[in-house]
């Protein structure tokens, strides 16, 4: 999992600037922000995971990032340099903390500090990345295959290497794997049973861990 990066310290440095920055925390499931809210604050992921949705006209939502701690979200407004409406639905994947800094914080530490912006396309460059990952991931019809896909996911962003194998450093419910992947926790069960049987995969107080993710990659995707 990721340790601190140059971002963490100039934002606990803003969060004592001019403009009140607060600590916020949601429990798991709980929206942080809705499409088409005012772009008011730039979070920081103190602890947890958030989940970055779209939300279509049909109802249909499809997640497109899972957020690690130690990043940056909420700032598409800063990058483009056009106050705008928020674009994603964002939602604590599991029970997270966060710094949130007003917007105008944030700009005036980027005309002071002219290495920030480059730090933030960086995070959003990852962020990115990780879009087009789980774009793959859901163009899988098969579940199980798109399943395995989101299990690497996990482990590439959030994987500790242990004795067993890369645990997933997230305390993981059938229901919130389900609603990341499109599926239902029925199905999501029954494959992650299948997995354990197959001694792919072993769960211990709702952390997963892959024991080889080479094998189940090449295997099941």
């Not at 772009?39 to 109802?59: D, M, N, Q, T």
């Amino acid at each position: 999992m990721n340790t601190d990066q140059p971002l963490a310290p100039i934002f606990r440095h803003m969060a004592s600037g001019l403009f009140p920055s607060t600590t916020e925390t949601y429990e798991r499931g709980k929206t942080i922000f809705f499409p088409g809210d005012p772009a008011e604050k730039v979070y920081f992921l103190l602890k947890g995971a958030v989940k970055l949705s779209r939300v279509y006209e049909a109802g249909e939502e499809i997640t497109v990032a899972l957020l690690r701690e130690n990043t940056v979200f909420g700032v598409l407004s800063l990058i483009t340099g056009t106050r705008s409406d928020r674009f994603y639905h964002a939602v604590a994947f599991t029970n997270v903390e966060l710094l949130a800094v007003p917007i105008e914080q944030v700009e005036k530490a980027m005309h002071e500090d002219p290495d920030l912006p480059m730090f933030m396309i960086q995070g959003l460059s990852s962020r990115i990345l990780q879009t087009e990952m789980m774009i793959e991931t859901l163009a899988h019809r098969d579940m199980g295959s798109r399943l395995v896909s989101f299990l690497l996911i996990l482990c590439r962003d959030f994987g500790i290497p242990t004795s067993a194998g890369i645990m997933v450093d997230l305390k993981l419910s059938h229901q919130a794997i389900a609603e990341a992947i499109g599926s239902t926790r029925v199905t999501v069960t029954r494959l992650l049973g299948e997995l354990r049987d197959q001694k792919m995969i072993s769960i211990h107080k709702k952390k997963i861990t892959v024991h080889n993710p080479l094998m189940l990659s090449q295997q099941f995707t």
